[in-house]
T-cell receptor, first 118, second 112 residues
Framework: DTGVSQDPRHKITKRGQNVTFRCDPI?????LYWYRQTLGQGPEFLTY????????KSRLLSDRFSAERPKGSFSTLEIQRTEQGDSAMYLC????????????????FGPGTRLTVL | AQTVTQSQPEMSVQEAETVTLSCTYD???????LFWYKQPPSRQMILVIR??????QNATENRFSVNFQKAAKSFSLKISDSQLGDAAMYFC?????????FGQGTELSVKP
């Protein structure tokens, strides 16, 4: 076991390139979340899925960002035409779905993918 | 707006002493949950303690406890018998629908 895993852990890219990150949630968790964290700040919500359905997207998620969770298991976050302002830690989290609403809201985080855009 | 405010960017505590980290929040939800997360340097975020807003009793997890004041929308974290391993960024958060809203964090250092 397995906690939430993310790949890659670090990514350095040049401005204008596309990047894709992967997140594998805890296996029995139905909900999967993406957050972005810049240095010295708390995580900011980007989007989340329940199974394969994307239920909410933040206004922070510009049209250059797209997330998928095609089979309701792992998820990918793609950033097209990266900009220097995209440099941040991208965190993935998951939570279970069930009748225990506290458990539903308790999110377990992965180690993050640190993106540096040169 | 749904916000979480942590007014202490940095805090310091002597090993074995007690420290309290402050957090205030604003939400229009009638039922919600509050969390404290710990993020050690270069390590992933882990849940420290959680509080259900409809419960008046303050949550406790070993050396960690909260002081939850619902009317004041205050949710402080008390760490007793501080240990070197408690050094980390601490984030307060509440849920809004399916997502978490985080504060800016408090960096806690522990002096031996």
């Amino acid at each position: 076991d397995t906690g939430v895993s993310q790949d890659p852990r670090h990514k350095i890219t040049k401005r204008g390139q596309n990047v894709t990150f992967r997140c594998d949630p805890i296996s029995e968790h139905n909900r999967l979340y993406w957050y972005r964290q810049t240095l010295g700040q708390g995580p900011e919500f980007l989007t989340y899925f329940q199974n394969e359905a994307q239920l909410e997207k933040s206004r922070l998620l510009s049209d250059r960002f797209s997330a998928e969770r095609p089979k309701g298991s792992f998820s990918t976050l793609e950033i097209q035409r990266t900009e220097q302002g995209d440099s941040a830690m991208y965190l993935c989290a998951s939570s279970p779905l069930g009748i225990n609403t506290l458990r539903v809201n308790e999110q377990f985080f992965g180690p993050g993918t640190r993106l540096t855009v040169l | 707006a749904q916000t979480v405010t942590q007014s202490q960017p940095e805090m310091s505590v002597q090993e074995a002493e007690t420290v309290t980290l402050s957090c205030t929040y604003d939400t229009s939800e009638s039922d919600y949950y509050l969390f404290w997360y710990k993020q050690p340097p270069s390590r992933q975020m882990i849940l420290v303690i959680r509080q259900e807003a409809y419960k008046q009793q303050n949550a406790t997890e070993n050396r960690f406890s909260v002081n939850f004041q619902k009317a004041a929308k205050s949710f402080s974290l008390k760490i007793s018998d501080s240990q070197l391993g408690d050094a980390a960024m601490y984030f307060c958060a509440h849920n809004q629908g399916g997502k978490l809203i985080f504060g800016q964090g408090t960096e806690l250092s522990v002096k031996p």
